[in-house]
């Protein structure tokens, strides 16, 4: 098996399902009497909270590259906002970051999705390192909800779900953005944030979810029992 270098703590909730959902997908394999070899370093989400783009760089790049001194022979990110230091951080490290818009995308593309909603804080939703790595690498547009529901979906995330706080309000907000974009055209949405599918849990909808922790984790755990 292979070893994976996880950078967590943003927030650390998201963390702990990342590290279970690997280890439940690698036992698929190895069986359950088994795991995979996993480095990780949690950081304090309040990194992520000052909004120093420059310090959030290198702080990742300082991180990535001990994942890779101590053996770790690929990278994963265990959530979206922070995927913003991809471009900064590659470039500067030779094992790869497993992309968690890479593996959204890939699974959106085997289901002939062409639009996709996406929901999460502001920088994630304003932000172009989703949108623009499903459009160059996939051919997918991306769309995010009308300004006015920006701040309140960016409250909900940063001040209840990664603080482990569900409520039906919050799932409500998220159902009607849902629908929303569907009605803009959207033919699938991404759950855009690590704990919306905790929000959300696995009911039903008209339209696919693209739950981004799952998938991505998916990505994780091929890779580590890839040859």
Known sequence: ??????????????????????????SETIGSDQNPPIWIHSLNIDLMRRHNKAEINEKYLEVAQKLEQNGSDAIAICANTPHMVYPYVQPQISIPILHIADATGKVAWQEGLKKLGLLGNRPTMTGDFIPLFLQSKFNIETLIPAEEFIDPSHDYVSKELTQGKFTNEATDFYLDQINRLESRGADGIILGCTELPMLLGDEAYRIPLL?????????????????
């Open 211 to 227: 739950p981004t922790t799952q998938l991505h984790a998916r990505m994780i755990a091929d890779f580590i029992l890839s040859e």
């Open 1 to 26: 098996m292979k070893t994976i270098g996880l950078i967590g703590g943003t927030s650390w909730h998201s963390t702990i399902v990342y590290y279970r959902l690997i280890n439940e997908m690698v």
